[in-house]
């Protein structure tokens, strides 16, 4: 079982910013992969970024240039910094952490974001 608690969700207006963090007792270094995912009612959840256990990095096309993904090793926490958001942005993001490729992938209990026009 891994543990993921998200923080940070909220509401913010057009062209706002929001950090979104996900902890873990887990050593987030070590993880093949953590990320965050969106949903939206009634649409499938959608990557939005993740970072590899060497530190690379994936983003969605919608984010790309607004979005970073990062993480604090000393803290056991990975981040989504969003700057520029847009009303599409609305969701409930999700952390998302996966040991290995193989194994089991776990998910936080979700944050909604809300952006305002």
């Known amino acids: 079982q891994v543990e993921l608690v998200e923080s940070g969700g909220g509401l913010v207006q057009y062209g706002g910013s929001l950090k979104l963090s996900c902890a873990t007792p887990e050593n987030v270094e070590d993880m093949y992969r953590m990320g965050w995912y969106r949903q939206t009612p009634g649409k499938q959840r959608e990557l939005v970024a993740h970072?590899?256990?060497?530190?690379?990095?994936t983003y969605a096309d919608s984010v790309k240039g607004r979005f970073t993904i990062f993480r604090d090793s000393a803290k056991n926490t990975i981040y989504l910094q969003m700057n520029s958001l847009k009303p599409e942005d609305t969701a409930v993001y999700y952390c998302?952490?996966?040991?290995?490729?193989?194994?089991?992938?776990?998910w936080g209990q979700g944050t909604q974001v809300t952006v305002s026009s």
């Open positions: 998302h952490g996966q040991r290995r490729s193989w194994e089991t992938e776990y």
């Open positions: 970072i590899s256990s060497l530190g690379s990095t």
